[in-house]
């Protein structure tokens, strides 16, 4: 990736950012909220004509659930093991950036990093028909509602909630930008099994990353020896990529890689809105197979 052409993409989001107020940050588009800031109509309407690729590397997270450390780690598998540099300098989110993006992305080589905020059911027709292959990443909800909390309120140029309670309010309500969390993992649980889906989440791969690198790169196909596989991980470590952040992702850097544990939803959440989300994500996930690989009642009871 040109990291300087990355980073100012990223830094022209946030200057656009400047001076607006919550209203004017989100807009709808087929009813869910998107950033004005990134996202637009008109590339939601080209990308409606994007053209995947059967080996491109797609990756699906809800905002805040770590897909910026998976692009790491991804992007560190293609380096590490076909020893080519990427060079694809655009926002690597697919729904955000002008509507010619997808014109320029036929000309990146192959295998090209597709990733992507979108509810399943606004993904990009050819992925599914092409069945491509989509590591989808998942967070236990409280610490991704929190983490997105802190993300508006932490960068001086993104709009801030007025409080965690109006924020939580938004997010259990789904009117926050890419939608509602609960949406997304009510989609997703309906299609975990199929053969081109692997669903991980932020938990098991701050337990034990190396199994996490592995199974990436199983999945994707990629070979790394397993001094590669070590190096990966020791580069992926929260310290690592935070100390690099401002080399990988300007100012933004330190935002989106902030602290980086599991847990921390607990300086947060009233018992109330524990007991809130506590019957939410039952009403939406209880018996399901993605509530088992969430691990709720680990990672969510107080
Ligand atoms: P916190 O705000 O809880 O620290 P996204 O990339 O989807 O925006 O997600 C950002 C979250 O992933 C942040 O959570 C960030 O710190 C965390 N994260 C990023 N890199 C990480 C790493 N190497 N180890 C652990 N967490 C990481």
């Given at each position: 990736?040109?990291?300087?052409?990355?980073?100012?993409?990223?830094?022209?989001?946030?200057?656009?950012?400047?001076?607006?107020?919550?209203?004017?940050?989100?807009?709808?588009?087929?009813?869910?909220?998107?950033?004005t800031t990134v996202c637009s109509a008109e590339t939601f309407q080209a990308l409606e004509n994007f053209e995947a690729r059967?080996?491109?590397?797609?990756?699906?997270?809800?905002?805040?659930?770590?897909?910026?450390?998976?692009?790491?780690?991804?992007?560190?598998l293609i380096v590490t093991t076909l020893q080519t540099k990427n060079e694809n300098a655009e926002l690597p989110f697919i729904e955000c950036g002008d509507p010619?993006?997808?014109?320029?992305?036929?000309?990146?080589?192959?295998?090209?990093?597709?990733?992507?905020?979108l509810n399943y059911n606004h993904l990009p027709k050819s992925i599914i028909k092409n069945k491509v292959k989509m590591l989808v990443l998942f967070r236990n909800p409280k610490d991704t509602a929190a983490s997105f909390f802190h993300f508006h309120n932490n960068a001086p140029s993104v709009p801030s909630y007025n409080s965690w309670e109006e924020f939580f309010s938004e997010f259990?309500?789904?009117?926050?930008?890419?939608?509602?969390?609960?949406?997304?993992?009510?989609?997703?649980?309906?299609h975990i099994d199929e053969e081109n889906v692997l669903l991980l989440t932020y938990e098991d791969l701050k337990e034990d990353?190396?199994?996490g690198v592995k199974q990436i790169a199983?999945?994707?196909?990629?070979?790394?020896?397993?001094?590669?596989?070590?190096?990966?991980?020791?580069?992926?470590?929260?310290?690592?990529?935070?100390?690099?952040?401002?080399?990988?992702?300007?100012?933004?850097?330190?935002?989106?890689?902030?602290?980086?544990?599991?847990?921390?939803?607990?300086?947060?959440?009233?018992?109330?809105?524990n007991q809130k989300m506590d019957v939410k994500f039952k009403e939406c996930l209880a018996g399901t197979k993605l509530e088992a690989k969430l691990k709720y009642d680990v990672y969510c009871k107080a």
């Open positions: 990736m040109t990291e300087k052409t990355f980073v100012e993409e990223i830094e022209k989001a946030l200057e656009k950012s400047k001076g607006l107020n919550l209203k004017e940050l989100l807009f709808c588009y087929q009813g869910t909220f998107y950033p059967k080996d491109d590397l797609v990756l699906v997270s809800y905002p805040k659930c770590g897909i910026n450390w998976l692009i790491q780690i991804v992007n560190d010619e993006k997808f014109q320029r992305m036929k000309q990146f080589p192959s295998p090209r990093i597709v990733a992507t905020h259990m309500n789904g009117n926050v930008a890419w939608g509602s969390y609960f949406d997304h993992a009510v989609a997703w649980n309906k990353l190396l199994a199983e999945f994707f196909g990629f070979a790394p020896t397993a001094e590669q596989s070590q190096s990966i991980v020791d580069r992926a470590s929260f310290q690592m990529v935070r100390e690099r952040s401002k080399e990988t992702h300007g100012a933004a850097g330190p935002l989106l890689f902030r602290k980086g544990v599991v847990g921390d939803w607990k300086n947060l959440f009233s018992e109330t809105q």
